[in-house]
């Protein structure tokens, strides 16, 4: 079954660093999405994407944060000068777009900013 | 007002037993809904859609009341794997394709 794919799984960097993360969302997908968790806290939304631009983002996507489809396969978030506060799991999701049909989640890269 | 809203817990509850989660949403245009579960540290996993007439598979049974605007999610002889946060999340095709979270539920299925 097709799956969503990201790297790393772990990614730990210096508080003010750029720290780029990867996704390979399912091939005949056309939606992508960027979620964030903190450790014990709910799922929260960061940025959805649809026909190479931004479909909607939330009040967290701020200037630090970009996406980017790079090569038609891959999707990555960036974040541009990293906080403590940046410290979760990142999930990519993707979904085809097409009524009922849910989202596809990868298993996520854990952030660490020491 | 939240977009979704679920009881967080948590629910422990004994092996065998059924369980019952609930969840309201409170945009009426909101078109297609889901449950999925997530372990700890893991990824939201689709569990089950959610159709107008209801459905089920297995021991999960899953009601929508559109009236209501509400959705459930019912385990019946609950086994110690099915110890997880389930998510309750709502979908919106027309308006960009958004999914919405609840806050989840968390259930300790317990020997």
């Known amino acids: 079954e097709p799956e969503v794919t990201q790297t790393p799984s772990h990614q730990v960097t210096q508080m003010g660093q750029e720290v780029i993360l990867r996704c390979v969302p399912i091939s005949n997908h056309l939606y992508f999405y960027w979620y964030r968790q903190i450790l014990g806290q709910k799922v929260e939304f960061l940025v959805s994407?649809?026909?190479?631009?931004?479909?909607?983002k939330s009040e967290i996507f701020d200037d630090q944060f970009s996406v980017e489809r790079p090569d038609g396969s891959n999707f990555t978030l960036k974040i541009r000068s990293t906080k403590l506060e940046d410290s979760a799991m990142y999930f990519c999701?993707?979904?085809?777009?097409?009524?009922?049909?849910?989202?596809?989640f990868g298993d996520g890269t854990r952030l660490s900013i020491l | 007002r939240k977009e979704v809203e679920q009881d967080p817990g948590p629910f422990n509850v004994p092996e065998g037993a059924t369980v019952a989660f609930n969840c309201t949403y409170s945009?009426?245009?909101?078109?297609?809904f889901f449950w999925y579960r997530q372990d700890c540290r893991k990824e939201p996993k689709l569990l089950m859609s959610v159709y107008s007439s209801g459905n089920e598979d297995g021991r999960f049974t899953a009601q929508l009341n559109r009236a209501s605007q509400y959705i459930s999610l019912l385990i019946r002889d609950s086994k110690l794997s099915d110890s997880a946060t389930y998510l309750c999340?709502?979908?919106?095709?027309?308006?960009?394709?958004?999914?919405?979270f609840g806050t989840g539920t968390s259930l300790t299925v317990i020997p």
């Open positions: 945009n009426s245009a909101s078109q297609s």
């Open positions: 999340v709502v979908n919106r095709f027309n308006t960009g394709n958004q999914f919405y």
């Open positions: 999701a993707s979904s085809e777009g097409s009524r009922n049909q849910p989202q596809h």
């Open positions: 994407f649809y026909n190479n631009e931004i479909s909607e």
